[in-house]
């Protein structure tokens, strides 16, 4: 069930049974020659409708720009601020908190939000802490980042072996092609260097990554295996969420 | 040609040629109890695809949530507060500035986002003028409302007839109805009664408009309609902004 | 009765009656070389104190500085930034509310302070619904921009005809003549081109208006005018408005 | 000269020899059953005015509402809150700026906004030097609180002994009695018993003094008394600001 | 007793009994050739530490950088926007706030911090009025800037006739030698002229002052002094706020 | 080489040879009932000393506070927002930017400082990338979270096998009575039964850990432990960050 297509009636009964949502969070930003600009975005939306449908819960509005500081010296990156993402994940959930929702599970695409999203939910906390003290919703806020999680890099290592790389990974962009079949996109790629995944700002990334990959190669990616990652990932959720899914 | 689902690369050659781009901005928010919470965002991002097929303009990531305070006593309205979505517009502005994108085109689907993109306007351009003085870049930003268009109000005149109404309309449930065929959704409505369009805050909304239409009569809308606000609307952005997206 | 020229124990006396304020919203910014550079506060106080009269209502202090960027290029100017101008209006309100003003009622002279205004209205509203939800306090609050009110443009036609413009109007110069007869200037300008009334940033709305009038005359302004200006549209406030200051 | 009373050529013409400007601060609040809510704003308009006309400095748009919880027990009180108030001096300072303004006068009538004033010009100098570094403009900021002046106090023990007190004073209400004499006030007054002039918030400060007084008579203050205070207080400014205002 | 040298049931035990608590703020700023960047943080640590010990209360973290601009042009200063520190001071308030305590006394060991200090306890004030009205906790807020206490002033005479001056003084240098006997410094320092101890900006502080003092001989500080002024000035903070203290 | 014991001539010695600094950061917050408040604080300042003793590196002002919104519901605890944290960095970084500091590196004490502190370093970063663009300073700014490093949790599993836990840890315990010898803590414990390290908001956490412990037994603390973790820490991060500090 999503959202943006229900009904406020179909909603309110939701809520008579569910008080839980999925949010899916992306980014908007290179990844490598061929990996697509909003590929954050569209595997969170897509596994996020996965587990939707698998658990019967709700899966709200994706939120496509992220903190991507460190992508902006690729044309067609943005980014938010930290302190702008925190404040809108903060209406975001005050808007849901106002109708019922208690649980909200962010599924994430993208490692760049992390901390903004973390801090998040600090601030939604401490913020409702000293606005209402005891009368302030019980909030239950989670975070999943589903590149991190253990099928993902099982699944990875099995089909790329040390390809997969930290960004632009094979990994997700098989899940994009899985979701747009159409837009499969190919470009010649330098041979990978083993790289250190470490950097510190925009520049510093660009002049370590020169093509925006981090030790990938997307080129591998096939659409067949973004199924596969999607199915695994949405079962690995699932398990580890679905307590909390159902308000437990 | 849409920047999700482009590379960097190909970013960077659109940019040689052309610095315009579109954004879409819709709302999270009731529509009555058969027009879908997702209405305002679908009805953007359908429109803004459209004029940028036609004028071979980029088009961004769609605004998903907007600034909704007045519905937020319907379960499933979202609403960011004016001054995170002028926070947000910045960020995105100042993104796309980075990369040499100069004339910014959103187009909207929410009458409620009116007053905080154009406040995020000048928010940008005196940010700018404050810390970069002369040296700050030509930006030109521009909204469209496609609901206020005048062929759209033609059209709803032929169509409905009075009963357009200001809220979860007929010609928005259309074009909803056209891009997500498979959503329609139908609920009993009380009859029509004349409504005074204006309202306080979200209590003062609902208790005047209690189903959540303002003088609308959504069971109106059919698909078909739905395709032919498309086409009207789209040439009439394009006739009003295509110098503007073409850079003159 | 004007708030400045009160006590509190005035103020307490007229809230156990009433519980409506108007408050006038200027601008300090060029006005062409012959108008002055206080026109926008310097008509709205006047409008705003002759419809106190006629109705009997307060009005409160008159906020002299708006967003004012688009003028930024011509000396003497000033801005605030749209956040600034939604937070000092967040705290003229959340004060007022205090004391148990209920309806709030901008008379506003400047077009570039209507998207802040209207911002800052649903921040106010969605401020007070996120902390207080029920018990907020059932505030009504409402813009007036006098200048675009009918009775302007009737008048403005019959008077100046097609001399009227977008700023530095021959209108609004004529109020601040009724209202300062002593500080009626003159100053050579050029004839008076066509004008296409849409601008962008500070630079390029002075490259495109070099001496600041967007289309007008104001050396047609007379001190009679606008006696006849403000005893218009007063009469048009007082029948729009007069309701909604009276509580109902 | 009144920058709101002036041109924008008038306002070049001034730049070109003097870069000094004089801003009036008030604050809208309570004043004991006697004395005037503008108060503050009045007498730093007033004194401003003198001041300016003495020295030939532009002066510009008074600050009618500052820093005033402190007061919000009693009706009519209005208050920014120190970070909104910052926020509208660091925009005002930094318009002037833009325009070539170098020294600006803060000329006070309120305690209360003494930080507040005080804050902002760090706030902006540190602004400044972090966007701009050595390029940054060479500003001086100053601030006047006129009723600490020693001719003020000197007036004040002549003219009321020990009845001066530290807020609703005669000395002030004698300024707003010259500056509006149709607007003087009466009002029974409990004796005057001696205070210690601390408090902490609103409700605090009621209670310590019920009727807004704190220690004063303002029952002592004539108009004629005003003049006197404006004449003195004028002078002293001159002597101590004069060099500041002429750019030395 | 040290808050951070206690326990949580510890707090608890005092809290029942008092709810008074000592805050230390100081600043991280040059304090000329031979004076310690962290004196304003330790002067006030060992004096707030000196005060608690003697009216058994509690003493919470010190701040130790604080809102230090005006020295930024001297290596090692380091300083918070006051819109920063305002935030800050608002956190800590309402952290304690939220246990019980009502009573705090911040010991400041820098004049610049002075504005921020007292905008903050505004903010609070005004924030926590907004959002509880009368529920808001009766909050006591005070301020004692240690070297600006008339048994500071005349022991300094007394030891350093006119060469205590106003920034890197041998009183605050003394309690600091006190403090750290073995981070005594020695620098060459051109002879005392007389200064006025007005400045602007960074840059003009610099200017005005080379070296970083304002008219005061470091130099002639001994931690035996120092003693002696943490025994006189402790002295009087009990006099002065010991009532406050005990919640008086 | 300690900031606050420097002057500012020792400061530009300095960073005439090296642009690097160590800032250490910790929390005041609940540590069972025998772990102090001051903890992180503690902990980060003693192992940031000895990492800067032994490699040269200035060592700057400990951040006392920071973000622990989850132990505010027991007494004594205290919490910065996340986005004042955040700001509160912004403004330290900046300012040791301006000085020519180039590296700074965070030691770190707390889990709960990490989310803050990572998304200021994004924060800065893009900050200064708007306002400078090319020409901002390359930053490098790192965060070395002390208790997660492979040798800590090696010594903890010797002395501790499975008591460690997740907060109130018995070698964060150690470190802080190996600091301060004078004041170590003894409490009845409850026994260890084994937990879940998840929570939600500071009442969930209170629920599920009712003295604060994390599944950690801190009694079996032993200030010798504490010395042995000080030194096995502060090689690890001298071998991690080493090269980072000398500018490598
Ligand atoms: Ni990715
Ligand atoms: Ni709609
Ligand atoms: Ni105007
Ligand atoms: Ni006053
Ligand atoms: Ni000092
Ligand atoms: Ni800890």
Redesign the interface.
């Known amino acids: 069930m999503?959202?943006?297509?229900?009904?406020?009636?179909?909603?309110?009964t939701y809520?008579a049974d569910r008080q839980s949502i999925i949010l899916p969070i992306g980014s908007?930003e290179?990844?490598?020659?061929?990996?697509?600009?909003?590929t954050d975005?569209?595997t969170a939306e897509t596994i996020a409708g996965e587990v939707g449908t698998r658990t019967g819960t709700l899966v709200?509005?994706?939120i496509?720009?992220g903190?991507a500081?460190?992508h902006?010296a690729?044309?067609?990156?943005?980014?938010?601020?930290?302190?702008?993402l925190?404040?809108?994940i903060?209406?975001?959930v005050?808007?849901?908190s106002?109708?019922?929702f208690r649980s909200v599970l962010f599924i994430n695409g993208h490692g760049?939000n992390?901390?903004?999203?973390?801090?998040?939910f600090?601030?939604v906390?401490?913020?409702?802490?000293?606005?209402q003290g005891?009368a302030?919703p019980?909030?239950?806020?989670a975070l999943c980042n589903w590149f991190t999680l253990p099928s993902v890099g099982a699944l990875a290592k099995e089909l790329y072996g040390d390809h997969e790389g930290w960004h632009a990974t094979p990994s997700e962009v098989a899940v994009t092609w899985a979701a747009?079949p159409d837009?499969i996109?190919t470009?010649p790629l330098e041979p990978l260097d083993p790289v250190d995944p470490r950097f510190?700002?925009?520049?510093?990334f660009r002049a370590r990554f020169p093509d925006?990959r981090m030790g990938s190669d997307p080129s591998l990616a096939k659409p067949e295996h973004g199924h596969r990652f999607i199915d695994a990932v949405s079962t690995e959720i699932v398990a580890r969420h679905g307590a909390f899914l159902d308000g437990a």
Not at 200 to 204: A, F, L, Q
């Open positions: 999503r959202l943006h297509l229900s009904t406020w009636p179909e909603v309110e809520l908007t290179q990844h490598s020659p061929c990996g697509l600009i909003g975005a569209i709200g509005p994706t496509p720009v903190m500081h460190h902006m690729f044309p067609g990156s943005m980014t938010l601020r930290p302190s702008t925190i404040a809108l903060r209406d975001y005050v808007s849901l106002s109708h019922g760049g992390i901390p903004s999203v973390q801090s998040a600090y601030e906390y401490e913020t409702l802490r000293v606005q005891d302030a019980a909030l239950r806020l747009y837009h996109k470009a510190y700002d925009s520049r510093d925006g």
